[in-house]
């Protein structure tokens, strides 16, 4: 009987994990970031300033962000977050014989997505094939400024074999964002989590009952 009344009491007091949800926008999308943690504990603020720090690094919209100074030529000392998009793009790029190419940028404007899409009307935009000549001559201009093997990073500067090239890693940071607030999750000791940023998703674990993830 003791026995029985000890254990019920030790039960009672166990910590359940809680479920955390933190949602909002950010990058141009959305995230939502879901983890369980024994106190509960709310990790807005560390998330924020992860989204904060790779925005003021790799984000086309703002405009005092580190690849907006590379692409501009002005001079700029490299942070970590920089080499870190550069070296996942540029690994990408040599995986793909290019296919995949962080030096699109010039290309992605004259089509009309991404920052400063108004500089071109990209209705009509098409390859010499189509007949179009002007625009034809405009792509292909445009092209001898694509090529990842033309930019490189030496003593903490990008370095350009054309001053015209841009950079855009778009395609790569709300991944790298992702793995990010991942390793900041685990290193306040969370170990079950599932992290959204604009569909790319880094998830570990799984749920208190033993079921999975759900994405």
Known sequence: MCLALTASVLFSCERQPQKIVIEGLAQGSYYAVSYFDDEGRNFQEGIDSIFHAVDLSVNLWVDSSIICKVNR??????????????????????????????????????????????????????????????????????????????????????????????LDFNAVAQGYTSDRIATYLESQGVKNYLVDTGGEIMAKGGKPDGKPWVV
């Open 73 to 166: 030529n002005e001079e700029v000392v490299l942070d970590q977050i920089f080499i870190d998009n550069f070296n996942i793009a540029q690994e990408a790029a040599a995986l793909s014989g290019g296919y995949f190419d962080p030096t699109i940028s010039p290309l992605v404007k004259a089509w009309g997505f991404g920052a400063g899409n108004g500089e071109r009307n990209p209705k009509g935009l098409t390859d010499r094939t189509g007949g179009k000549t002007e625009n034809g001559e405009l792509i292909d201009s445009l092209l001898q400024l694509v090529d990842y093997r033309k930019v490189r990073i030496e003593d903490g500067k990008l370095i350009k074999d054309n001053p015209a090239m841009q």
